[in-house]
């Protein structure tokens, strides 16, 4: 992604979080969601603003490698793909209305990656845990090829969840602690405008 250019040496000395556990349910008030939606910095962005949300963290999941890191990653040859980990409180936000903000935040028939961002470690997905996540998001799926403005399938994968590893700590809450960098390489990779064409409403 242009992620590389906007990199600084400060940011690239930063160490990586190591994976962690998932976080502990407590009195039914916290869940966990996995998705994919291009340059995770974009899609911690979208998801925080979503009411219900507790904590989101980017990482990468999906492929076979150990610990990746995001030069492993970005280089497409590890089968993972830049992830968000959505920790939320199902008392407040059902995981369908989280599903659903994952479809309409993404270009919904790009199966090549995510605007500007090109590669299967770009691709959206949602990576589901069980049975009834998975038709949950195929549902959503289908009802939404019927409203989206854009001709062709949606192409957003459904993938069984594995290991979700954090990304290196520089990734994460970049869009605040680099607003500026963030808000221009939004801009130039022309998110939101590709997705109010596609959906009729623009992103976060």
Avoid at 60 to 77: A, D, H, I, R
Avoid at 94 to 108: G, I, M, N, Q
Avoid at 141 to 159: F, S
Wanted: hydrophobic residues 30%.
């Amino acid at each position: 992604m242009l992620t590389a250019i906007l990199m600084t040496s400060a940011a690239a000395s930063c160490s990586r979080a190591a994976p962690s556990a998932p976080p502990r349910d407590q009195g039914g008030q916290r869940a966990e969601a996995v998705f994919a939606g291009g340059c995770f910095w974009c899609t911690e962005s979208d998801f925080d603003k979503v009411p219900g949300v507790i904590s989101t963290v980017s990482g990468y999941t999906g492929g076979k490698v150990l610990n990746p890191t995001y030069k492993q990653v970005s280089g497409g040859n590890t089968g993972h793909i830049e992830s968000l980990r959505v920790v939320y409180d199902p008392a407040r936000v059902s995981y369908a209305t989280l599903v659903e903000h994952l479809y309409r935040s993404v270009d919904p028939v790009d199966a090549g990656g995510q605007f500007c961002d090109r590669g299967y470690q770009y691709r959206s997905a949602v990576f589901v845990s069980n049975a009834q996540e998975r038709r949950v998001a195929e549902m959503l799926k289908a009802k939404l090829e019927k409203v989206k403005n854009t001709p062709g399938k949606i192409t957003t994968l459904i993938l069984p969840r594995s290991t979700f590893y954090p990304a290196e700590g520089y990734h994460q809450d970049y869009y605040k602690k680099n607003p500026l960098k963030y808000r221009f390489y939004r801009l130039n990779c022309g998110r939101d405008a590709r997705i109010k064409q596609a959906w009729g409403s623009g992103g976060s």
